[in-house]
């Protein structure tokens, strides 16, 4: 057994199935391994794409994700994904194959300082030799999985990969649990806050989303009878058909959802994660307690009357079991609420618009399918508009927010949870970017009906630009009829401009035997209105 062997060894025993990256003469050795262990290799159109699938693959599967990269150019295209990992806290071991030992720091082909590199963007960059990689793997493994969860970077030397292994696979950690509980006088605090309030509005972040037990957050709900908002990336959390959901914040209409928060006495932040948005941005004079893993990051301006801070299941449980906190919100209060907020999402108007093509995806996926999507205009609808019924079905980057993400979450997701179907909205700008992956989808033979969302502008900078009275300069992309070709790169492809035939073309993408692209050509007219509005 090589190093190449003992590496692939141990990442198999740590729950890792496959692996997301692109070949060079350097990478051959690990990729070979692969082969003979038993973990996938999954060959992507660009290394941004393999590192944003090995995001997801964390996210979903409660192992580290996996991406390889050659030197140099490979590495820095890595990094993109790396980062949004990082940001938004999955789970990842990201790997640079380099040159031979010997040759490392000599300013020579390719080279450069991979550490520097991914020092900013990951937990720990660490250098693989001859003498420490089961060391390596091990601390690796166990960093990527302690709170808050992320990404690590080994750099691998070629002649390290195929020199004979002098360890055995080593035992593979789990991470490191949060370090403290909270204190018994944080939990009193916390009683106290949530008894005299008359109005408080629960607000549900992505620290959630890594949970032993999400149901934890239904009970306190429940318990304390609280109506509830989430950010982003935690839809789903808690069904939001619940009677007491008020919808996501700070995407399309974030007005509506402001004035509400301001009108409660006390916002309860559970696991709410500043990445996403900063509390400065929405809560004004509102009291904030804040329920999280870690101290709150807010300014002066932030009246923040308490903190729990330690592991968020056993908070919760002591939370849920103090007596049940009554609250003057009326019964259909939050319903009606809810109600006028998704009317205002969907103002009336003429031919396909981005908000009927939305509507019309969900209503043909089941409460179990997987959504994931990109970086737009787009974005801000899907967050505000979408219903999301469990936790982890609702795919995007929302502290990284990088397009070119949602294809690459996709195709993982599909990999990751093949019996639930999986489906991915992106703007036309983003699916220039990333339009290769639509290959690697096909090469996996994976069922992903692809719907591009062709308004023939980058919406969102269109949008900035006008309000700030702005040329629509550098945003346009290209202009044309409503015309599909038949086929992208061997991949089926359909034109729609209408709701029956996007539901022709998602019947027929659901039931084909691997990916479909469906270019639905929509007026984004209405992003004026609901995006920051």
Request: hydrophobic share 45%; charged share 20%.
């Amino acid at each position: 057994m090589n190093n190449a062997d003992l590496i692939v060894a141990t990442l198999k025993a740590a729950g890792i199935d496959r692996g997301f990256g692109i070949p060079s003469g350097n990478v051959l050795p690990l990729v070979e391994a692969m082969r003979a262990g038993g973990i996938d290799f999954d060959l992507t159109a660009h290394e941004g794409s393999a590192s944003f699938a090995a995001d997801v693959t964390g996210r979903l599967t409660g192992a580290p994700g996996l991406c390889i990269a050659t030197l140099g150019p490979g590495a820095t295209n890595l990094a993109t994904g790396v980062g949004s990992a990082y940001l938004d806290r999955s789970p990842m071991i990201a790997i640079t194959c380099n040159l031979n030992t010997d040759q490392l720091g000599r300013r020579i082909q390719m080279m450069i300082d991979h550490h520097a590199l991914f020092e900013p963007i990951t937990k720990a960059t660490l250098a693989m030799r001859t003498d420490n990689v089961a060391e390596v793997l091990e601390q690796a493994i166990r960093i990527s999985m302690s709170e808050p969860q992320g990404p690590v970077h080994i750099d691998l030397p070629e002649d390290v990969m195929l020199a004979p292994a002098t360890d055995q696979v080593p035992a593979v950690p789990a991470g490191d649990p949060v370090a403290a509980r909270a204190t018994d006088a944080m939990i009193a605090e916390a009683e106290k806050l949530m008894s005299g309030a008359k109005r408080p509005v629960a607000v549900i972040g992505s620290n959630t989303m890594r949970m032993a037990d999400p149901s934890l957050l239904l009970a306190f709900i429940d318990h304390h009878g609280i109506p509830f908002t989430t950010t982003t990336m935690a839809k789903g959390m808690i069904d939001e058909d619940h009677p007491l959901s008020l919808g996501c914040i700070e995407r399309a209409r974030r007005q509506v959802q402001r004035s509400l928060i301001r009108s409660a006495d006390l916002v309860i932040g559970l696991g709410y994660d500043t990445i996403e948005v900063e509390y400065e941005a929405w809560i004004a004079n509102v009291p904030l307690l804040q329920v999280d893993i870690e101290p709150v990051d807010v300014d002066s301006s932030v009246t923040l009357a308490a903190e729990v801070t330690g592991d968020l299941d056993d908070s919760l449980t002591r939370l849920n079991a103090l007596d049940a906190t009554s609250n003057a919100w009326g019964s259909q209060e939050a319903a009606e609420h809810k109600k006028t907020f998704q009317g205002l999402l969907r103002p009336r108007t003429e031919g396909l618009v981005p908000h009927s093509v939305i509507d019309t995806v969900r209503a043909t996926l089941p409460a179990n399918g997987i959504l994931a999507f990109d970086v737009g205009a787009h974005t801000h609808q899907i967050a505000s508009q979408w219903a999301t019924h469990e936790p982890k079905t609702f795919l995007i980057t929302n502290g990284w927010s990088s397009m070119g993400f949602g294809l690459p979450a996709a195709i993982a997701a599909k990999a990751a949870c093949p019996d639930r179907p999986v489906v991915c909205i992106i703007g036309d700008g983003c699916f220039q970017m990333t339009c290769g992956e639509v290959v690697t989808a096909r090469r996996m033979g994976l069922t992903i009906p692809i719907v591009v969302l062709n308004d023939e502008w980058l919406s969102l900078i269109r949008v900035k630009q006008d309000r700030r009275q702005f040329k629509n300069y550098g945003s346009g992309l290209e202009s044309g009829t409503a015309t599909t070709p038949e086929h992208y790169f061997g991949v089926p492809a359909y034109g729609v401009t209408d709701g029956a035939s996007l539901l022709n073309a998602l019947g027929k993408a659901f039931a084909a035997d691997g990916p479909t692209v469906i270019e639905a050509y929509v007026d984004p007219a209405h992003y004026q209105d609901t995006v920051f509005d």
